[in-house]
């Protein structure tokens, strides 16, 4: 049976991640500190056979130390903009040391390494739609900087221990992803008007939303991880993940108003600082390399992820 460590597990995407590793037969290896994670996720996962759970902060050491695993799925990192800004030095050492400390693992045991990166490495972007060429246009003395540069960091070392010791790493840049699972408190766009929208209070939109950007279903993330980490012959890749369905915020707003079906108002809020104009990634590389392809529309998509904010909040569908 092959083994991976998820660390992250707890989180979003680490949780559907791990979910989908034990359904095709692996024995998975997870491990969280909760700083922005749920234990509701990790007693999902406890039920099912073959999940092994380490509470452990991988800042200061790897989980499992003993357990030589297949496959290193590095995906700790606070990740909401409310989250890294009120974690700021957490994120930059688990980005940091944390994957120093993982690859180092990696390279004793030969295990191969997939890094969670980000969109946000293009910083606000000033090419449209992003490729993994794009070397990106970011502040690293805006607060937002400790997210961007903690993942280029991330990215230098991933991609330094591949051509040091032939690492076979893997990394990819994920685009707004959302679905069922995200914190209702996150602090990220969708949950926050859902929850609004299921409240009956107004929809707050940062700036005058002509903003856009680009969400993906986490189904189709999930499915394109799964590729990236499995496939043979994608040592050094660099993938974006994402959608190519790009939409202006408020537009975002007004589906979320159609979807719910209540009559709301929108209240717009200033915008922060160095939040990216536009976003949508150019998938070009994910399809020739993967074969991939998202599939779930915004739509579809808002409309599972609907349901699950309604049964938390205890809101009749
Ligand atoms: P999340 O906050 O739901 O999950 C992150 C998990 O990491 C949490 O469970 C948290 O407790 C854990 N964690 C943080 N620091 C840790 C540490 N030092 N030790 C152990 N565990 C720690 O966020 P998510 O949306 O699931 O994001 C997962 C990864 O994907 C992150 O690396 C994030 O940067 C990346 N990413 C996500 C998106 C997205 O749209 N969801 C977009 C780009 C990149
Ligand atoms: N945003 C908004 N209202 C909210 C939360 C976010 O208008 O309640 C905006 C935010 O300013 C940004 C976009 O929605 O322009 C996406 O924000 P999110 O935090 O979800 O992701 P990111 O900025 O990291 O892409």
Redesign the pocket.
Known sequence: MKRVLI??????????LAERFLHEGWEVYG????????RE?VELLAQIPHFHFEE?????GV?FPRTPVDLIL???????VP??LA?PI??L???GR?THLLLEHARQHGSRFLY?????VYGDPEVHPQPETYVGHVDPTSPRGV?DEA?RYGEALVLTYHREYRLDVRI???????GP???LD?G?VVSNLLVQALQQKPLTVYGDGTQTRSF?Y?DD?VEGIYRLATYEGLEGSVVNL?NEEEIPILELARTIQSLVGARLTIEHHPLPPRDPKRRRPDLTRARTLLQWEPRVTLREGLTRTLKFFQAKLGVPS
């Open positions: 660390t992250g597990v707890a989180g979003f995407l680490g949780s559907h491990a969280d500190n909760f700083l922005t994670g749920q996720n452990k902060d991988v800042r200061f989980p590095h995906f700790a990192s606070p990740a909401s989250d890294y974690y957490e994120t050492e688990v980005n944390g969670a990166s980000t969109s946000e997210y993942k990819t840049r994920i685009f707004n992803t959302y699972r995200m914190r996150d990220r993906c986490v993330l994402g």
